[in-house]
């Protein structure tokens, strides 16, 4: 990537640590970096507790209180993580949104799903009155909603119909980067199909960017151009989808897709992951996947294995990372 | 004894059930039907998997042939008797002998008692074991079964102190101590992380391959079935709309909806390209439901017949069912195909 086409989106050594009730600390991000391009769809998955939504919420500026976080994110090259919520506040909605996966369910009861568009336009100086309500039929059209919805309360519609509401309102400010923690988890088979197509149009109609959070790993090789692995607060593996699945250089990685049930791939059958993540409330010496690795050495208890590229734009977080070494 | 074959008694039948329920609390005549005219039957020591989107009517039947809820015609057998109009007394015996495990393994177990007293509960509900020694053995066997070995040390747990899978695993014991002969799982493996599916899915393979337990797993994720069941049916607005083996049905589905969902899955292999087609619109409410065939609204192949008549559930002779006017008329695409490697 040239220096002319710098990246959108861009934070490098994410570190975020929670204050627990009892005095301790959880280092829920421990190193993230993470780059994304113009129409560039990166997809971040993992299991519950991996820090995949910190890392949305940290990129978003949207930690709690109890959270603190150090590193760097530039949003279109400009320093925001330093800069605090004032900084955040000048991109959040307009450069870069977000989709959460109970997005539908933040919708005012009370209020017309229109209403609730053109106040997010006036909110965000986008446009006023008939404009703002011309701007609010555009949006619903573009996610496929015929623009009678404007005049409905949350509670006539569907699942679907809300997801699509909330991912119209997410783009009211025209942001050039989207991210999407889970959105379509809470959503039936077909429905999600549906809303997954409406956000693959967008991502080529409006040049969006994608930034797609999930546990479901079949769900990003289908999606996204990059994928991110990541476990115990860290990016364990990125690479293509072809990086990750046909030639994946963690166990952690090979073990998930082997976990994973797939219709397609005939009746293999699937392994379980023994054990469970390491806590994240004490220091994790030496690699975090160690104690569930097949193909784990001594060495792997002493040092933390950094990224180590195999391929262009391929790396994994793994001693034997491009060494063939076969799990046992 | 194989499951697959034809021969092997059936466990838990139902018969054309039809179930509703009333559309207000007022109106005591009107009813939405949910179930309609369904026939299932679960043979021992076999999978089932029974498949459908929410508001499908899956959990619906489930509740029927558990007697929770009464038909309002059909029958509904267990172990060859009818139970359709037992009384909670009678159906007492068969509840033993019919258990439930239920998709959220963080709300099934009661937070302040031990794994050993949660087990335990059934036992003392029925009325089993003559002395506390006695029941603690059969609780100890149970949770060996489920692999929560050695069961003394997880006896003495709390939930909070296992993880997902562990709970699963603590509330089929709370099942099995009993030994039943019919376990039905309502999505058990959709709230636990990857790494822990295989776990629980493989344990409910193992117990019914190990004895006569036959069971029914109430699923959404055809990928799940596909890997464990020996049959599938599939549900759509309250009718069974394709039935017959796992294998059959996945590799060539016949019911337009069955492959509208089977696309909607993406493969692990991103150089497998599976064209996801899922239907237009959404599902249409009980209570407004289309004259002729169920999915006449959202079929790509709908004809005038579709319209109509609502079409039966038909055999094809493979042991597979359809419900479905044109059946045998559909392009014979497939599924998948491979892209060519880019990499």
Known sequence: ?328 | MNPRDLDTPSVLELDSVVASYRRSARDRKRRTRVVDRVSLSLRKGELLALIGESGSGKSTLAATALRLVTPDCGRVLFDGKDITHSSQRQLRGVRKRMQVVFQDPYEALPARARVRQIVEEPLLVHGIGRSRAQRIRLVHQALERTGLSPAPLFADRFPHQLSGGQRQRVAIATSLVLDPDVLIADEPVSMLDVSARAGILTLLDDLRRDGDLGVLMITHDLSVAAHYADRIAVMYLGRIVEEGPARDVVAAPAHPYTRALLSVVPPKDPLLEVRAEPLPGEVPSFSSLPQGCRLVGRCPWAVGACADTDPSLEPLGDGRSVACHRTGQLPAGTISSRRHSHG
């Open chain 1, 1 to 328: 990537m040239t220096e002319s086409s710098s990246p959108l989106l861009e934070a490098s050594d994410l570190n975020v640590w929670f204050d627990l009730p009892d005095g301790g600390e959880l280092h829920a991000l421990r190193g993230v970096d993470l780059r994304v391009g113009s129409r560039e769809k990166l997809g971040i998955v993992g299991e519950s507790g991996c820090g995949k939504s910190t890392l949305l919420m940290t990129l978003m500026g949207l930690l709690p209180p109890s959270a603190s976080a150090s590193g760097s994110i530039r949003i279109s090259g400009q320093e925001v993580l330093a800069g605090g919520e004032r900084a955040f506040r000048t991109h959040r909605w307009k450069d870069i949104a977000v989709v959460f996966q109970g997005a539908m369910n933040a919708l005012n009861p009370v209020m017309r799903i229109g209403r609730q568009i053109t106040e997010v336009l006036e909110l965000h100086d986008v446009a006023t009155g008939p404009a703002a309500e011309a701007r609010a039929r555009d949006l619903v059209t573009l996610v496929g909603l015929p623009d009678v919805i404007l005049r409905r309360y949350n509670h006539e519609l569907s699942g679907g119909m809300r997801q699509r509401v909330s991912l119209a309102m997410a783009l009211a400010c025209e942001p050039q980067v989207l991210l999407a923690d889970e959105p379509t988890t809470a959503l039936d088979v077909m429905v999600a199909a549906q809303v997954l197509g409406v956000i693959d149009r967008l991502t080529r109609e409006l040049d969006l960017a994608l930034v797609l959070v999930t546990h479901d790993l079949p769900l990003v090789t289908r999606t996204c151009d990059r994928i991110q692995v990541m476990y115990a607060g860290k990016v364990v593996e990125t690479g293509t989808p072809a990086d990750v699945y046909h030639r994946s250089e963690h166990p952690y990685t090979r073990l998930l897709f082997a976990a994973t049930a797939d219709v397609h791939s005939g009746r293999e059958e699937l392994v379980s992951i023994a054990g469970s993540p390491p806590r994240l409330d004490e220091p994790v010496a030496g690699c975090a996947f160690l104690p569930r690795c097949p193909m784990a050495r001594e060495e792997c208890m002493t040092e933390a294995p950094q990224l180590l590229q195999v391929a262009s734009g391929h790396a994994a977080a793994c001693r034997f990372a491009g060494q063939k070494v076969r799990m046992s």
